[in-house]
C-alpha cells in the first residue's frame, strides 16, 4: 500500500510538472510572436494582364526591410513597429509603385499592381 501511495504521488508531481512547464512555453512563445511585430504581405501583379510577377522587390522606404516576390508574385515584411510607412515596388521594365503614408497598427494585406514602361 505505502508503494502505490509512493508511486500516485510520484505520477501526480510528475503531471504538475508537465503542465506547469507546457503553459510556461505556451507563455514564451506569445510573448516572442507579440515581439515580432508587424506583418505586412501582399501579391504584385501586372496591370494589364494580371499575372502574377516573380522577383519583384519591395521595400519599405528608408529602411532595410525588404523581399523579393516569390513565383506567385507573393511577398512578407515582417518585424515592422506600429507606425506611418511608405512602400516602394520595382521591377525590371516596370514603372515604380509607391505606397505612401500608410498607417500600419496591425497585419496588413497590400497587393500591388505595376505599370509596365513601354
Request: charged share 20%; proline share 1%.
Amino acid at each position: 500500500m505505502k508503494k502505490l501511495l509512493i508511486l500516485g504521488l510520484f505520477i501526480g508531481a510528475s503531471i504538475i510538472t508537465f503542465a506547469a512547464l507546457s503553459s510556461a512555453k505556451n507563455a514564451s512563445k506569445n510573448a516572442a510572436t507579440a515581439a515580432s511585430g508587424i506583418t505586412v504581405s501582399g501579391q504584385v501583379i501586372d496591370l494589364n494582364s494580371g499575372e502574377a510577377l516573380a522577383g519583384v522587390e519591395v521595400m519599405i522606404e528608408g529602411s532595410n526591410k525588404k523581399a523579393l516576390t516569390d513565383f506567385d508574385g507573393k511577398y512578407t515584411i515582417s518585424d515592422l513597429k506600429p507606425g506611418e510607412y511608405s512602400i516602394i515596388a520595382s521591377y525590371i521594365s516596370y514603372n515604380k509603385s509607391y505606397i505612401e503614408k500608410l498607417n500600419l497598427r496591425t497585419n496588413e494585406a497590400i497587393n500591388i499592381k505595376l505599370k509596365a514602361s513601354r
